[in-house]
């Protein structure tokens, strides 16, 4: 079955700790979007991938990092110095093609404890 | 500065009814509008889309206008079903700016039995 698999679908973190969100797609599409939806706002760009070991800031990129080795994956770390990091983080991906929507995993709930 | 503008946060319809979703933009450069669907706690589905060049685009219960004179679109979906209810998002993608998405706040829609 081709998707989009985003692990863990919980986390929490503690103060001052990096966490690493994973997201996994077998679509074989050459981009992927991680982002971020706060309470009652829209999704809110934080990096993204057209091609492998290529990556671009989006609009909130402050506290965040990225890697993509594999086309299959491309995960998101949360540093300490996201200061406000409690949110539904959100991984898409989306085919080379002219018009081409995004697709999207079932995301992870990060949490401060 | 909002430049995708969902304007009504909530909508109720009655089963079988005509639900109507808006919205509007902003920026002359935006090449191709989609709506998604999403349920709390899941990720967003793609639903339907429509490129610039197009006013109308159906499939199935779901039909898309595009006014590029008034920079609006809507959704409409006929007939309404109680499984519809969720918040609807729209978003257009910007061909001047690394086709980057760009989201609306969303409009939660309940269809009511």
């Known amino acids: 079955d081709g998707g989009i698999t985003q692990s863990p679908k919980y986390l929490f973190r503690k103060e001052g700790q990096n966490v690493t969100l994973s997201c996994e797609q077998n679509?074989?599409?050459?981009?992927m979007y991680w982002y971020r939806q706060d309470p009652g706002q829209g999704l809110r760009l934080i990096y993204y991938s057209q091609i492998v070991n290529d990556f671009q800031k989006g609009d909130i990129a402050e506290g965040y990092s990225v890697s993509r080795e594999k086309k299959e994956s491309f995960p998101l770390t949360v540093t300490s110095a996201q200061k406000n990091p409690t949110a539904f983080y959100l991984c898409?991906?989306?085919?080379?093609?002219?018009?081409?929507?995004?697709?999207f995993g079932d995301g992870t709930r990060l949490s401060i404890l | 500065d909002q430049q995708v503008k969902q304007n009504s946060p909530s909508l109720s319809v009655q089963e079988g009814r005509i639900s109507i979703l808006n919205c509007d933009y902003t920026?002359?450069?935006?090449?191709?509008f989609l709506w998604y669907k999403k349920y709390p706690a899941e990720g967003p589905t793609f639903l339907i889309s429509?490129?610039?060049i197009k006013d109308k685009n159906e499939d199935g219960r779901f039909t898309v206008f595009l006014n590029k004179s008034a920079k609006h679109l809507s959704l409409h979906i006929v007939p309404s079903q109680p499984g519809d209810s969720a918040v609807y998002f729209c978003a257009a993608r910007n061909a001047g700016n690394n086709r980057k998405l760009i989201w609306g706040l969303g409009t939660s829609l309940a269809v009511n039995p």
């Open positions: 679509l074989n599409h050459d981009a």
């Open positions: 898409a991906s989306s085919g080379g093609f002219e018009y081409q929507p995004q697709h």
């Open positions: 429509i490129s610039s």
């Open positions: 920026n002359s450069m935006f090449d191709y």
